[in-house]
């Protein structure tokens, strides 16, 4: 049996991420261990009743609990600040299950229209057929769109939903003011965190009512499995997505959560890393002649630099850029590089680059792509843990 986690909610953020969580077992083990059983045994058939009639804590099956996933679980929570987390077997399931969970038919939903794209195909081709509708709006002026927000919402609006930065061109958005716009008319803010992780940002600490998470991006950081997690405090939402999972099965597995707790016992650093290296490119980025335009929330050229100074600790790892020219002399820079790969996942140790305009936004109308400001010319890199000068070499040969 293991006993329960040693209380580290007085410790700073470094320590809790590396020690917040774990119940050692009886074998005294030094790290986490991972507990592959799908199952649980009871002593007797009175304790058997018992759990499954909710009336003593303790596992049951794998699919509503299990130790390691619960010490990510933990883990995680504290991070945020939080009192509670829910792990997922991806991010989109993190989403789709506070979704099913706090959502019904008849109810509208106000979603940002710079999302993942994924997060929009939830919205606009799957949950529509349950009746729920979502209503899309841009979150690049906080003063202005604040007010644009507040004029979409409904009586029926029961959520509001938005990440910031958003992907790929880093808008950032006002968390606490979308967080008063939503508690005034009675609705949630849920507000994906994946680019930032709480090592960056903690938005619930600006009135957010659920943090989302794609573990697979920052938490694991180094690209090796799929995860997501829902961050709250609130014990009834707890209660209801937690329901859901249970009953709908996207759960997380227990070896996943155990490579979440490594990726996230190392966050810290690694946020801290690729904001510098981040940082560094993108100013070098600005000098270059053949580039028009760099959006990185560090730079004092972004137009909500100051508001991501206040909501975020450090700027995070991803830019995008624009080229002069067009699609021709961005592929061109994406073909010349050697190192960098090729792919549209961010949040990795490896450096990556992508032309949204054909990958990642390449489903949406040139009409939307065009309203959402992804030009043809428009790169974006997710910068890694490589030496900057050899990224830096990687890019130079595209644009020279
Ligand atoms: C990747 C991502 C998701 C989806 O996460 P998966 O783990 O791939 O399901 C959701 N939101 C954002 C911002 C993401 O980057």
Redesign the pocket.
Known sequence: MSNAPPDFSHYAFETRAVRAGQARTHEGEHNDPIFTTSSYVFDSAAQAKARFAHEEPGNVYSRFTNPTVRTFEQRLATLEGAEHCVATA???AAILTTCLALLKAGDHVVASRNL?G??VNLFVNILSRFGIETTFIPITDPSRDTEAWGKVIRPETRMLFL?SPA?PLTEIADIQAMADLAHAADCLLVV?N??CTPALQKPLTFGADIVIH?G??YLDGQGRC???AVVTDSESIRNDVFGVLRTSGPSMSPFNAWVFLKGLETLSLRMQAHSKAALEIAHWLEKQPSIARVYYPGLTSHPQHTLAARQQSAFGGIIAFDVQGDREEAWRVVDATRMLSITANFGDTKTTITHPATTTHGRLTPEQRSEAGIRESLLRISVGLEDIEDIKADLERGLA
Do not use: C, L, Y
């Open positions: 991806s991010g989109m993942f994924s997060t990440e992907n994906d994946a680019m794609s697979t991006k799929v995860g997501g």
